[in-house]
């Protein structure tokens, strides 16, 4: 059956955006201090219910309808694999395989990925892998604080550690994202991406099946540590998951 009715994201940006380096380095520079929202720390306060503090933890950011949460769960059976969506409706959608079959290593959370990332930072956890599959790229031009890595929370990402994995359709936001590693003093690698069997989520198979390149954004995180100027309020020492 083919998925391939897509169209690739319309923006009248046609390159890296002009203003994305004086954003990341104000944002490293600067620590982000907003409240969180009472729901993201119950989300929290489930997470460390389910984890034992030594097993891996492997984040699934903005999983939808957490395919790609469930495929990581199997693969991966000696880590806590956690799905995060701020979407209820997405989360309780139908998945491949019914509550009963799933692994019991799947923890799913509706949570907002930004308040999220922060309460693990500033309990000291640190991921074994970071997910970021087809997050909403904000092509605006004036979206661009919206994007992940354009965002106050850009320093917690690094903090967080782990294998990290974006996939994307829209090139510019793959660039961007080498870019935005570039100035946090990592290299990351930008490379087009062929799905190699079952795609990781409906949206993987709806923009391979329409034609579009696909683009694959990873980078090793587990050696960056903050900028001590910089810091991470709150924080503690780090305990590997």
Avoid at 166 to 190: D, G, M, P, Y
Wanted: net charge positive; charged share 20%.
């Amino acid at each position: 059956m083919s998925y391939g009715t897509s169209r690739i994201p319309q923006s009248a940006q046609q390159g890296v955006h002009e203003h994305l380096v004086a954003v990341v380095d104000r944002h490293l520079a600067s620590p982000f201090r907003k409240p969180i929202a009472p729901y993201n720390q119950a989300a929290f306060e489930q997470f460390c219910a389910r984890w034992d503090g030594a097993q891996p933890v492997i984040l699934d950011s903005g999983c939808g309808v957490g395919w790609s949460t469930l495929r990581l769960a199997q693969s991966h059976p000696k880590a806590l694999v956690v799905g995060i969506d701020q979407s209820e409706v997405r989360l309780m959608r139908r998945k491949p395989l019914p509550p009963e079959l799933w692994p019991e290593n799947l923890l799913f959370l509706r949570a907002d990925v930004i308040d999220f990332w922060r309460l693990l930072a500033a309990h000291g956890v640190r991921v074994a892998a970071h997910w970021w599959l087809y997050p909403n790229p904000w092509p605006k031009i004036g979206h661009l604080k919206r994007r992940w890595y354009a965002h106050p929370v850009w320093p917690t990402v690094l903090t967080l550690g782990g294998r990290f994995e974006c996939r994307t359709n829209w090139a510019i936001f793959a660039e961007e994202l080498v870019v935005a590693f570039a100035r946090s003093s990592i290299a990351a690698q930008k490379s087009v991406w062929v799905p190699d069997g079952e795609p990781m989520t409906p949206f993987e198979r709806k923009y391979h099946d329409s034609g579009q390149t696909l683009y694959r954004v990873t980078a090793d995180l587990t050696r960056w540590s903050p900028d001590p100027v910089r810091g991470q309020p709150g924080a503690t020492e780090p305990r590997n998951a």
